[in-house]
């Protein structure tokens, strides 16, 4: 056996690569049982938005129930078998929020858009990427970004090119529908490696050369001109940080798909349900630990038979009858196709035998609770990987920040943020 040191690079590259291939998960503890002791799953952190709420009568369990005693409302009731292993959070809102469209903006940011004075629009860091800084160091991807083919509006999920926004409140591209999502997770790259690296070195010279350019004109700027300079700074910063990321994964394979090449043209039930499963090919062979899906809405109406458009849907209780049925419809579509990914993440065995459920922590959601009602976010939580207590319908105290409760599931992911967000502390009921 070769003993020789092996560098701190080389061994996150190897590890991860073989970590990456379930199938050699086994293989990979063995070769390094007498070296160290096997390394134990690492966490995960997903979180699944959807646009224009909920059905508010039939979504949210009974808030005299609080506890584990508490009867399934309707609107949930495809995810009984689950019922002990998720957490519904009622009262939680973020504050700053103020435009009834916006379903995903400001979901995991809580930011507040007006914070910047003379700017309409302002947002700060999500939640998701909080945790890609620490959870994403030794992955591919430090965090993944997916949404549905179609356009965000007629979903209900406002301004943003995913659900993420990174640390200066800007929005991060994301992989729209499944062909697109599966590519750039397990298509291979044919480019030889040394024109890969000779590519990233055209890119790190362009980007010194800028680098150098804006710190001589950083001289003798005003205040409010130093501060966009700043900001511009801080993008490179984002890019640089790529690049190396780039440059870790030169000539490690991609891991073998866990699943077939999805068909183009899947659109609504079809769409989601596969995209579950690339989320769980994703984690399942260590490609990210982090990921968000800025998921559809409008389409899965039109695949379950509903005429009625997604906006009109939201505003049930102005005519009840054809609109109440839709939304509620929706309700149960999108429970079946969670309950469906809870269940494949309980089968889905790590290489210790434990389940990737166990490992993963997982929020579901949307900052739109119904109509344009921006109070009661529907909130669930799901997975055993950051600590949470399950199988409970917790009523929140009274102006309870939904940043909260991303700062409780980031401290649960071993992320120990002070505060995310307008958050005012972790919400202790939450806590196992």
Same mark, same amino acid.
């Given at each position: ?39 134990? /799953?690492?966490?995960?952190? =997903?979180? #699944? ?22 009867? #399934? ?13 998720? @957490? ?28 910047? /004075? ?11 990427q909080v945790a890609a ?59 030889? =490696? ?14 010194? @050369? ?51 090449? /999805? ?8 769409e989601i349900a596969l995209?579950?499963?690339? =989320? ?60 469906? #990914? =809870? ?10 035998? @434990? ?50 409760a991303w700062l409780t ?24």
């Amino acid at each position: 056996m070769n003993t020789s040191p092996i560098p701190r690079r080389h061994f996150l590259r190897s590890s991860t690569a073989l970590i990456a291939l379930p199938a050699l998960a086994s293989l990979g503890f063995r070769r390094f049982a007498s070296a160290a002791a096997p390394v134990a /799953p690492p966490k995960r952190l =997903i979180f #699944l938005g959807f646009g224009w709420g909920i059905t508010t009568e039939s979504w949210f369990p009974d808030i005299k129930q609080p506890g584990a005693d508490y009867i #399934l409302p309707d609107g949930l009731a495809p995810l009984a078998p689950h019922k002990k292993d998720f @957490t519904i959070v009622q009262g939680l809102c973020n504050k700053y929020s103020n435009d009834g469209h916006w379903g995903s903006t400001m979901w995991l940011t809580g930011a507040n858009r007006f914070a910047e /004075p003379g700017q309409s629009f302002h947002n700060s860091i999500s939640a998701d990427q909080v945790a890609a800084a620490k959870l994403g160091l030794n992955t591919r991807f430090a965090s993944m970004q997916l949404n549905g083919s179609e356009n965000s509006d007629s979903s209900g999920h406002g301004p943003g090119l995913s659900m993420a926004w990174d640390i200066s409140g800007k929005p991060i591209g994301g992989h729209k529908g499944p062909v697109e999502a599966f590519h750039r997770l397990f298509s291979k790259d044919t480019t030889p =490696i040394e024109q890969q690296k000779a590519m990233l070195a055209q890119k790190r010279s362009v980007l010194d @050369t800028v680098l150098e350019n804006a710190n001589a004109m950083k001289r003798g700027l005003g205040k409010t001109d130093t501060a966009k300079l700043d900001e511009y700074f801080q993008g490179i910063r984002d890019i640089e940080t790529r690049l190396s990321k780039d440059e870790q994964w030169i000539g490690v394979p991609q891991p073998k798909a866990p699943l077939p090449e /999805p068909q183009p043209g899947l659109a609504g039930r079809e769409e989601i349900a596969l995209m579950y499963d690339i =989320i769980l090919a994703a984690i399942q062979t260590d490609s990210t630990r982090v990921l968000t899906y800025r998921q559809p809405v409008s389409t899965l109406l039109t695949s379950i038979g509903i005429k009625v458009e997604a906006h009109d849907m939201s505003h049930y209780h102005s005519t009840l009858g054809e609109k109440l049925d839709a939304s509620q419809r929706r309700d149960l579509a999108q429970s079946e196709l969670l309950a469906g #990914l =809870i269940t494949k993440l309980k089968a889905t065995k790590e290489a210790d035998g @434990t389940r990737l459920f166990d490992h993963t922590a997982l929020a579901y959601g949307s900052n739109i609770r119904t109509e344009h009602n921006l109070d009661n976010c529907p909130t669930l939580i799901t997975g055993g990987g950051a600590g949470i207590k399950l199988g409970q319908n917790i009523v929140a105290a009274k102006d309870t920040p939904l940043c909260n409760a991303w700062l409780t599931l980031l401290h649960g992911i071993g992320v120990e943020t002070e505060r995310h967000g307008d958050s005012s502390g972790v919400i202790t009921e939450l806590i196992a």
